[in-house]
């Protein structure tokens, strides 16, 4: 078992890479009652084209499929379906999916280990038929008009129109009602025989745990299964230019929202240095405190701070500076503006260093926020504790570099969602 520590928040995980390739990270917290798991695969709504390990088969899936899997994955063979019997044993139990994963979690301060048996039961013991396929149709279909029917979801959604031309970060992650018409169990279980391998899949386990002794408890639950070949995905060509500048639409909001958006092309760069460097900037220059925010809220062109979100995988990686404001295209061009022409001065670059370092350790705080980072994390191929240890390394002349490369007006775009 691997062991990985920082000294500097005395904060460990213990990591084993079983047989069959799946990954298990356990972070121990001794002066907590709770007890939180989530189990992972690397399976998301841009994994729509692969080619399967054991027949080389290539398959070509509808849009959704990550999503419609997960919905399925509940409702057993004896008719039971196992998100309602884990909140029967006081459990809080969920599970979502992502661009890039999806994962099956659980959290509460009793009944662990009978949660564990039905976690381990029902994501090992898929159960499709035509019948139940059907029936969830109309179920995340209705789902879809919600989200078609949400402000801010569209807003991000046109976004990524704007960012990106092919890529499938484009795609909704519960698809279009057309594409899940296309969705059979014979997709499901394909999907399910490829992704669904424990050497896809990644679990993380936090609370007072011996490490050893979990691990021992997870392998026994585990189904014998050899390590398979990775899986080879289909993406699209990457892209080094956006799609398009603007996109605007009308919808039922009080007041107009908007988000900037920023393409990243900088490969080659530390994604968790480039994160930290990212903040930073951000909260140096349009953040609460910064020239730039005092200035549009005394104009009254914002009336909140703006939010800030910095997105990435091996396919996509972007900046989303997002608020509410009647005059978005106004406030874009300040924020195009204060980036590229003001001065990140050390006094504000040491300020949201510092701060920036204390929400960062406050994260080891709480159990839930533990196994949704680290597994997050472990999914991109990064170990969450890098963070902390990177802000050693990152100065005043790395952050400079990024802002000066990164934020570039021709790959901004900005999308609005009017009155």
Request: glycine share 6%; net charge negative; with cysteine.
């Amino acid at each position: 078992m691997e062991i990985i520590e920082n000294k500097q928040i005395n904060e460990k995980v213990y990591i084993e890479t079983l047989e069959n390739g799946m990954k298990i990270l356990v972070v121990p917290k001794k002066n907590t009652e709770k007890k939180y798991i989530i189990w992972g695969t690397k399976f998301g709504s841009i994994d729509n084209h692969f080619i399967e390990p054991k027949t080389g088969k290539e398959i070509k899936v509808p849009d959704g499929v990550a999503h419609y899997l997960e919905h399925k994955m509940f409702e057993q063979e004896n008719g039971v379906d196992s998100l309602y019997k884990l909140m029967s044993l006081g459990l809080d139990a969920n599970a979502y999916t992502t661009n890039d994963h999806t994962a099956y979690l659980f959290g509460g301060t009793s009944n662990f280990y009978e949660g564990l048996d039905e976690l381990m039961d029902y994501v090992q013991h898929p159960y499709f038929t035509d019948e139940n396929v059907e029936k969830e149709r109309g179920i995340i279909g209705q789902e879809i008009g919600r989200y078609d029917d949400e402000p801010a979801w569209k807003l991000y959604v046109n976004m990524m129109d704007c960012l990106y031309k092919n890529n499938p970060i484009k795609i909704d992650i519960a698809g279009t009602v057309e594409s899940i018409s296309h969705i059979t169990k014979e997709t499901l279980y394909d999907c399910y025989n490829t992704f669904y391998h424990p050497s896809n899949m990644i679990m993380c386990i936090s609370g007072n745990f011996e490490p050893e002794k979990i691990v021992q408890e997870v392998k026994k639950r585990l189904l014998p299964k050899e390590k398979m070949d990775k899986i080879k995905r289909i993406y699209p060509e990457y892209e080094n230019k956006i799609n398009k500048k603007y996109k605007e639409q009308k919808m039922d909001v009080n007041i107009p929202i908007f988000i900037v958006g920023f393409r990243d092309i900088l490969k080659d760069e530390s994604c968790v240095k480039k994160q930290i460097a990212i903040e930073i900037i951000l909260n140096s220059l349009i953040g609460k405190s910064s020239k730039l925010y005092q200035k549009l809220y005394n104009e009254g062109t914002i009336m909140s701070p703006l939010d800030f979100d910095y997105e990435f995988s091996d396919e996509y990686s972007h900046v989303l500076i997002s608020g509410q404001s009647d005059e978005p295209k106004k406030v874009y061009e300040n924020i195009l503006n204060a980036i590229k022409n003001e001065e990140l001065e050390l006094e504000d670059f040491e300020r949201s260093k510092k701060a920036l370092y204390g929400e960062y350790v406050s994260e080891y705080n709480d159990v839930e926020n533990i196994g949704r980072l680290f597994l997050q994390d472990a999914i991109r191929g990064i170990n969450s504790l890098e963070y902390i240890e990177s802000f050693n390394k990152i100065d005043i002349n790395y952050v400079q570099n990024i802002k000066n490369n990164l934020f570039k007006e021709d790959m901004s775009a900005l999308s609005v969602i009017k009155k």
